[in-house]
């Protein structure tokens, strides 16, 4: 089984629909982060979380939400999706000090 | 938060040429990673540093960290078409106490056969 698990891998929604990406890991590790990657920009931080009840905003937050609701379960949320949030989204984990792990993303399109 | 600023964006090579990419910034890394990401993956760490100066090997990669701790280079000594992909450097202790990871845009490098 795969460190880092996303679901689902490829998604297509419609603007001002809910949608939900979740995520578990089997590291064991505190620390989970949701990152956006669109061409050219790179990966951009949109939500962090250090254990269960420490959740923070990252550099693009707007427009989205998270959940952890276990130490291996970390969920984001678009509460109406519009279509510039079409992108890749990602999924790690990490101790804070060594290597993060990453989930195979999944490809999200709001048409 | 320290912006990480890489360098070149994009980078086209042949098979078996050398090449360096850098990473900066205007700010003190305590420490610094290095990851590669392959179309349809995520991205995979290639190595830490974390010694002003330090020098790691990794076959055919080589990472410099500079002696201020605010850059980092990654040199590929004749590439192949399996490096292919895009290299990220990312600060794994950004944003003081909170200790989030953050990356730089990344190079996208293209080795042509």
């Known amino acids: 089984d795969a460190d880092v698990t996303q679901t689902p891998r490829n998604r297509i929604t419609k603007t001002g629909k809910r949608i939900m990406l979740e995520c578990s890991q089997t590291k064991g590790h505190d620390r989970m982060y949701w990152y956006r990657q669109d061409p050219g920009l790179g990966l951009r931080l949109i939500y962090y979380?250090?254990?269960?009840?420490?959740?923070n905003k990252g550099e693009i937050s707007d427009g989205y939400s998270v959940s952890r609701q276990a130490q291996a379960k970390f969920s984001l949320s678009l509460e109406s999706a519009i279509p510039n949030q079409t992108a890749l989204y990602f999924c790690a984990t990490s101790d804070g000090i060594g290597e993060a792990f990453f989930g195979q993303g999944t490809r999200l399109t709001v048409v | 938060t320290q912006l990480l600023e890489q360098s070149p964006q994009f980078l086209s090579i042949q098979e078996g040429e050398n090449l360096t990419v850098y990473c900066n910034s205007s700010?003190?890394?305590?420490?610094l990673q290095w990851y590669r990401q392959e179309p349809g993956e995520g991205p995979v760490l290639l190595v830490t540093v974390v010694t002003g100066g330090e020098v790691k090997k990794l076959k055919r990669l080589t990472f410099q960290f500079g002696d201020a701790r605010k850059d980092s280079s990654l040199h590929i000594t004749a590439a192949q078409t399996g490096d292919t992909g895009l290299y990220l450097c990312?600060?794994?202790?950004?944003?003081?106490?909170?200790?989030?990871?953050?990356f730089g845009k990344g190079t996208l490098l293209t080795v042509n056969p």
């Open positions: 979380s250090f254990d269960v009840k420490d959740i």
């Open positions: 990312a600060d794994p202790n950004s944003g003081g106490s909170n200790y989030k990871l953050t």
């Open positions: 700010s003190v890394f305590s420490s």
